[in-house]
């Protein structure tokens, strides 16, 4: 205890007087003055972050059934060949960015990972991975939120396949996801190779 009032009077010698306790019964510091309102362009911007993903967001929000909370997670789309999801269920592909959806409500769920496939589409990634827990009851919030982020999923035309993770990444807890090289990456790797031959 002691030890605990030595640090406190340390530590009022080295701010001075910029410290004061707080006066009894008080457990807030005063601040000064009022806030500023936001300005127009703050709430613009704020307004516009806000309405523009949920509008243009396909995902559905209708009833899903709830997946088993110890089988993991697999799809892999036709034409893609089950070494990609193969390699994918072992951890072979590096995630590149991450989603943690952990202890959040199903519809912001649904807001975050659509903008973050869409960002991760736009910046070019490839795999990405998604933290969303998972719960031992089948109707657990956090196998409810697995169970919809399988649906939306699958409701992207440009995820490839996705999988459950390796334990070092979360486990039946997380899901990696494949998705289809976009058309600057395709030009790139035609240019990078034509450049070799040539």
Same mark, same amino acid.
């Given at each position: 205890?002691?030890?605990?009032?030595?640090?406190?009077?340390?530590?009022?010698?080295?701010?001075?007087?910029?410290?004061?306790?707080?006066?009894?019964?008080?457990?807030?510091?005063?601040?000064?003055?009022?806030?500023?309102?936001?300005?127009?362009?703050? %709430?613009? &911007?704020?307004?516009?972050?806000?309405?523009? +993903? #949920? =509008?243009?967001?396909? *995902?559905?929000?209708?009833? !899903?059934?709830?997946?088993?909370?110890?089988?993991?997670?697999?799809?892999?789309?036709?034409?893609?060949?089950?070494?990609? %999801?193969? &390699?994918?269920?072992?951890?072979?592909?590096? +995630? #590149? =960015?991450?989603?943690? *959806?952990?202890?959040?409500? !199903?519809?912001?769920?649904?807001?975050?990972?659509?903008?973050?496939?869409?960002?991760?589409?736009?910046?070019?990634?490839?795999?990405?991975?998604?933290?969303?827990?998972?719960?031992?009851?089948?109707?657990?919030?956090?196998?409810?939120?697995?169970?919809?982020?399988?649906?939306?999923?699958?409701?992207?035309?440009?995820?490839?396949?996705?999988?459950?993770?390796?334990?070092?990444?979360?486990?039946?807890?997380?899901?990696?996801?494949?998705?289809?090289?976009?058309?600057?990456?395709?030009?790139?790797?035609?240019?990078?190779?034509?450049?070799?031959?040539?």
């Amino acid at each position: 205890m002691n030890h605990c009032l030595d640090q406190d009077v340390d530590f009022r010698n080295l701010m001075g007087d910029e410290v004061r306790p707080l006066a009894k019964g008080r457990d807030k510091a005063e601040l000064g003055g009022t806030p500023l309102p936001p300005s127009e362009a703050q %709430l613009a &911007r704020r307004a516009s972050a806000e309405a523009l +993903p #949920e =509008a243009s967001n396909f *995902l559905s929000d209708e009833f !899903v059934d709830l997946l088993p909370p110890f089988d993991p997670l697999e799809h892999r789309r036709d034409g893609i060949q089950s070494g990609v %999801l193969e &390699r994918l269920r072992h951890g072979g592909y590096a +995630p #590149e =960015a991450r989603l943690h *959806l952990l202890k959040q409500p !199903v519809r912001a769920c649904r807001r975050e990972l659509f903008t973050f496939i869409q960002d991760g589409l736009s910046h070019d990634l490839r795999c990405l991975l998604v933290v969303h827990g998972r719960g031992k009851a089948l109707d657990s919030h956090a196998n409810v939120v697995r169970s919809y982020v399988a649906k939306w999923l699958m409701q992207f035309e440009e995820v490839q396949a996705y999988a459950s993770a390796q334990p070092a990444h979360g486990g039946i807890g997380a899901t990696y996801v494949m998705l289809r090289k976009s058309e600057r990456a395709r030009a790139r790797n035609r240019e990078r190779q034509q450049k070799r031959r040539g």
